[in-house]
């Protein structure tokens, strides 16, 4: 459905996206994860059309976004992070001014809009001012605007930013409703939103593509390794003939005391071998105190830091495989500025 290939993008020295391929798959929510800076808003503007990219090609549905624009941006529906709204227009007013820009008009525009409001829940709202919504509701207005065409992909960058918690639920729900009839690509740095919505994630760090898989897949592949915390209500010395027996069902056996009354033992083990059930065995057998026997697992937060090394979207000095540049001699187009002046193209042709 969507086919990213060595997709580079600079602003003067700075390399925003770094050769960046993936693919996405229709009938899909997939999230799309960064810390602030990786490049998830540039390499989604790229998607949309919204931007030129420095190099490398992205089709959407078998349409190249440049040398058929149109074509591919009729299949795709886009809330950047910031809405693009209207303040003194009223929803119903807004989504009738996007929808005619997408081409709709008569009983197909009318039923559209009525739709999207539906959807979003909006209806109650329809002939407010932008202005005076909530954020939450501009959220919604912003979506309903992504929803009209029908388009088949739908992209959320960043959609629940500044949202309350309930807000942030109501949204969530709304995603998880748009991903029984669309493919959607939701940009975020929330793991625990992607943890909720998401069937697939693709992870960016320093303007590459580190990571590309399902939730499931992500966590069996960085969590074989995990460790079981043993609490005892005694001194260390009570502890050392247990600790023997437990290190040879463990990997590898730590030991630590808070105080005289309080002795902790960590078990590192391969997750595809549960070895909880023989170190209860052991702990009853001993009689010791057992207060806590806790698993710790890595969270889809563990992997992600794994993977991003902590980046904080600095510019780290290595470059990106090089690929051919977009120049007026590849494609017959004018070249585009390398510092971003002149690449923007309109969201509507």
């Known amino acids: 459905m969507i086919e990213v290939r060595n997709l580079v993008k600079n602003y ?48 959407v549905n078998g349409h190249d ?70 954020k939450g509701y501009k959220q919604r207005v912003g979506i309903a605007q992504a929803m ?18 309930l ?37 960016i760090a320093h303007g590459r593509v580190v990571a590309s898989d399902s939730l499931d897949a992500l966590r069996e592949r960085y969590t074989s390794e995990c460790t079981l915390e043993l609490q005892f209500a005694c001194p260390e010395e009570e502890t050392k003939e247990l600790a023997a027996v437990l290190s040879r069902l463990a990997d590898s056996l730590t030991e630590t005391t808070e105080d005289a009354k309080l002795t902790k033992l960590f078990l590192s083990y391969n997750g595809k071998r549960d070895i909880r059930s023989a170190v209860y065995a052991e702990v009853k057998k001993s009689g010791l105190p057992l207060l806590a026997m806790i698993p710790h697992v890595k969270t889809l937060e ?3 830091l794994d993977l991003t090394g902590g980046e904080n979207g600095e510019e780290d000095g290595t470059a990106a495989p090089a690929a051919p540049e977009r120049t007026e001699e590849t494609t017959g187009e004018p070249e585009k500025d390398k510092d971003g002046g002149d690449d923007y193209k309109p969201l509507f042709g």
């Open 12 to 59: 003067g020295p700075h390399k925003a996206v770094r050769g960046i391929s993936f693919t996405v798959e229709p009938g899909k929510i997939y999230g799309f994860l960064g810390p602030n800076g990786a490049g998830k808003s540039t390499t989604m503007n790229i998607i949309t059309g919204t931007l030129a990219a420095t190099s490398g090609t992205v089709t």
């Open 65 to 134: 976004v440049y040398a058929e624009p149109l074509a591919a941006k009729r299949c795709i529906g886009y809330l950047p992070e910031i809405p693009p709204l209207y303040p003194d227009m009223t929803p119903e007013e807004y989504l009738t001014f996007v929808g005619r820009a997408k081409g709709l008009s008569g009983a197909a525009l009318a039923g559209q809009i009525e739709t999207a409001l539906e959807r979003t829940g909006t209806g109650a709202v329809r002939r407010r001012l932008i202005k005076n919504l909530s």
């Open 148 to 165: 009209l065409g029908d388009p088949e992909i739908i992209i959320l960058d960043e959609p629940t930013v500044g949202l309350d918690p």
């Open 167 to 203: 807000q942030i639920i109501e949204i969530r729900d709304l995603i998880k409703s748009l991903g029984k009839t669309h493919t959607v690509i939701l940009s975020s740095h929330i793991l625990s939103e992607v943890s909720e919505v998401c069937d697939r994630v693709i992870i």
């Open 302 to 304: 563990d992997i992600f």
